[in-house]
């Protein structure tokens, strides 16, 4: 059974800097694409950043590029989130998911909630 854990989450005041970190059980996140997403109250999820393994690649949504950063430590099968500089529309539940190479996100964790207070 896989089962994606967020952590890391809390409230931090404006400018400051939180890690999120995703644990998996039942993949290895080296063999997945994996991203970080977020939903805000009355908003729908969007995509904060991906990390593809396949293409070496990152990407990072323009909200968040310079402020966040995406990794992954394939030894601790562990996904994780460094977002600096934090604003008050950074708030929302993040969520970390796994998806193979070509698909959908099929995994995903039970999200963590960020709060930015001005």
């Known amino acids: 059974q896989v089962q994606l854990v967020e952590s890391g989450g809390g409230l931090v005041q404006a400018g400051g800097s939180l890690r999120l970190s995703c644990a998996a059980s039942?993949?290895?996140?080296?063999?997945?694409?994996v991203g970080w997403f977020r939903q805000a109250p009355g908003k729908e999820r969007d995509v904060v950043a991906t990390?593809?393994?396949?293409?070496?690649?990152?990407t990072y949504a323009d909200s968040v590029k310079g402020r966040f950063a995406i990794s992954r430590d394939n030894t601790k099968n562990m996904v994780y989130l460094q977002m600096n500089s934090l604003k008050p529309e950074d708030t929302a539940i993040y969520y970390c998911a796994a998806r193979l190479a070509r698909g959908t996100y099929k995994y995903w964790g039970q999200g963590t909630q960020v709060t930015v207070s001005s």
């Open positions: 039942g993949l290895t996140f080296s063999s997945y694409t």
């Open positions: 990390d593809n393994w396949s293409t070496v690649t990152t």
